[in-house]
């Protein structure tokens, strides 16, 4: 796990001491994410750079060092990531008679680059990877984002340079560089609390989608192709549908699980995981348990706050699994603490709240760890999300029912303020009592009105439904389009197929990959193993959700190792306690913030939806939590970096 930086001015107006000097200023700012060395290759007759931050894991010797270059001299390399197969693919072309001078994977990767060809080696690499590869042959330049985008690349033309590397800030130390904000970037930000891809913040600057690659050239064309893509695998998926017995359905997965996690655990430092409790964190702790004759290191962290905390959870399952655990009962303070680094960690606007707790956990792992096992990717993967069930039972009403009936019926649920609606939800058992109750009724009534299921889908996750930017012009934000790979009868696949191209790499995956990169902890996720994916993608409805409940048969797989008493509850997230934070310890930090004075300065929000949102939220008339913390982290972002 690393940092990569580069640039390549075909103009060729530095020096090869200057290039050096460039490159290693922009390496610099990735800092945290490879703290145990650096590197830099230059080749000044094309004005090309590559640089390196080295977060040693796999071959610890200098002879893992990047850049690194082909045996032949054709390529040179710096990357992010790991392979994981390596091993099995060195002997392999050890067998074709390639010769290797180090243990790592990256002289393993280039030597198939070379052997097969650039995407017929993506297509044996079992790993997470971002690539910046130079063809010193054919002058051309192939950036390479791994298949679910686990690791992060960026890349664009500002100011007659090619800029590429793993996050935006890498480019500010080059004179070139001249940051123009993306107004349709903050808009996206606003509703859906991440920037997907290929948006970045900057405008000129893209994030490279999740299983593609692109081949530019000494001319500045480029050449963007998918090599790797989920959306014809989710197409194929009813055509390679599992039929017969469940259980065969449920050994294979059980298997697959067990191969991914193996590969996870190939490392030359220590190795943990991320231990929640939940179905897919204990998925992953019982499977490396399997591989290891030594007790897992497992992390979790608490909270005071008992709707917050699922500490005691994760315990119950580490003392079943002998795991050798570690938890950390967080204060509010500490979590609040966190809060002004955000920008830095992130380095683009990006308002998951929950990235609060996963920096604190990757933290506290990384106090005993170099690399740590999580759990993202099943809810995507295996439809864990509360909204799948939702629209699949709402489904053929939204259908059926006139749009006018529904209408209708959404102004009759209004007719009860949010505060009735929480006093009526109190009546219900503990255990059915929905959160934000009066909310989420005011929230539906809304959606209510919309066309279809899909409107509906992207209306559930929407902070804001007009985004409040300014100018108001800034394009209308929208989820990833499905249609031409799955039908509109396939509502689960649709919803599944949404989140898996755009909120689990850009929001999941850059919350992870941030947090961790911030103390220098490597995070791989082993549900996200391709192989995995592809499974999924095989499983009929009935093997995900029943009776309400989805990742039926990864529950089945777990059931094999973890008792079901000790897993199976109420799905809980992974949050803080924005809402009361907002309204006490926090109150005069937003007031700020949020003041017409402020937001006039930065001059990207329009304040006065904002302040009476924020006016709404102080005085417990509504909960309006998640859209604060979306104009909160733009303007917090905005005063670091614009």
Not at 93 to 121: P, Y
Not at 319 to 337: F, K, S, Y
Not at 463 to 481: E, F, G
């Amino acid at each position: 796990m690393c940092g990569i930086a580069g640039f390549w001015d075909a103009r060729q107006r530095y020096d090869g001491a200057t290039l050096d000097d460039l490159a290693r200023r922009m390496a610099d700012t990735l800092y945290r994410r490879g703290p145990d060395g650096e590197g830099v290759w230059v080749d000044p007759a094309a004005g090309l750079a590559l640089a390196h931050r080295r977060l040693a894991i796999i071959d610890l010797t200098p002879g893992g060092a990047q850049p690194m270059t082909s045996a032949s001299g054709r390529f040179v390399v710096t990357y992010n990531g790991e392979i994981y197969n390596y091993a099995p693919l060195r002997a392999e072309l050890t067998e074709l008679g390639c010769r290797f001078q180090t243990q790592s994977d990256t002289e393993v990767m280039l030597a198939a680059f070379e052997t097969w060809g650039i995407e017929s080696a993506l297509a044996r690499f079992i790993g997470m990877f971002a690539v910046a590869l130079w063809d010193r042959r054919d002058r051309r330049l192939v950036l390479i984002r791994d298949r679910m985008g686990v690791k992060p690349l960026y890349w664009g033309s500002v100011g007659g340079v090619l800029f590429f590397g793993s996050q935006p800030k890498a480019f500010r130390p080059h004179p070139a560089w001249r940051g123009e904000i993306d107004r349709d970037a903050i808009a996206a930000c606003l509703a859906f609390n991440y920037i997907p891809a290929p948006l970045s913040v900057w405008r000129g600057v893209r994030a490279l989608r999740p299983g593609h690659l692109v081949e530019i050239d000494a001319d500045g064309r480029s050449e963007e192709r998918c090599y790797w893509d989920v959306r014809a695998i989710a197409a194929r998926g009813p055509d390679r549908a599992l039929a017969g017995d469940p259980t065969a359905a449920e050994d294979e997965l059980d298997a697959l699980l067990s191969d991914a996690v193996k590969w996870r655990l190939v490392s030359d430092v220590p190795v943990g995981a991320f231990l929640s409790g939940g179905f897919d964190s204990s998925t992953v702790v019982a499977q490396m348990q399997r591989h290891t004759t030594r007790p897992v290191r497992t992390f979790t962290i608490g909270f005071a706050e008992a709707n917050y905390d699922e500490a005691a959870d994760a315990r119950a399952v580490a003392q079943h699994l002998r795991t050798d655990h570690t938890e950390l009962t967080v204060t509010p303070r500490e979590a609040r603490d966190v809060i002004p680094e955000l920008p830095d960690f992130y380095d683009e606007p990006f308002a998951d709240s929950s990235a609060i707790p996963t920096f604190l956990v990757s933290r506290l792992a990384r106090s005993a760890v170099t690399v740590s096992l999580s759990g993202d990717g099943g809810d995507e993967a295996f439809a864990g999300y509360t909204r799948f069930d939702v629209i699949q039972r709402l489904g053929p009403m939204l259908d059926i029912a006139p749009r006018a009936l529904r209408c209708g019926l959404g102004r009759a649920i209004t007719l009860l303020s949010p505060e009735a609606w929480n006093r009526v939800s109190g009546l219900l058992p503990r255990s059915l009592r929905p959160r934000l109750a009066g909310d989420r009724a005011h929230k539906l009534a809304h959606l209510l009105s919309l066309r279809d299921g899909d409107d509906f889908y992207d209306g559930m996750q929407r902070m804001w439904l007009v985004p409040p930017t300014m100018p108001a012009a800034a394009k209308m934000p929208c989820l990833a389009s499905v249609d031409g790979w799955i039908g509109r009868d396939q509502r689960l696949a649709r919803m599944q197929l949404s989140d898996m191209i755009a909120y689990l790499p850009d929001d999941i995956m850059v919350k992870v990959d941030r947090a961790s990169m911030a103390v220098s902890l490597e995070s791989r996720e082993p549900l996200l193993d391709h192989r995995v994916i592809e499974f999924a993608w095989r499983l009929p409805p009935a093997l995900k959700i029943r009776a309400g409940r989805g990742k039926w048969l990864l529950r089945r797989v777990l059931h094999r190792h973890v008792p079901r008493a000790l897993v199976e509850r109420p799905k809980m997230g992974f949050n803080v306690p924005i809402d009361g934070w907002l309204r006490g310890p926090l109150r005069e930090w937003a007031e700020d913030l949020l003041s017409e004075r402020s937001i006039a300065q930065a001059g990207l929000l329009d304040p006065v939806p904002i302040r009476q949102r924020l006016a709404e939220h102080q005085a417990g008339a509504r909960n309006w939590h998640n859209s604060l913390w979306s104009a909160l982290m733009i303007q917090s972002w905005q005063h670091r970096w614009a």
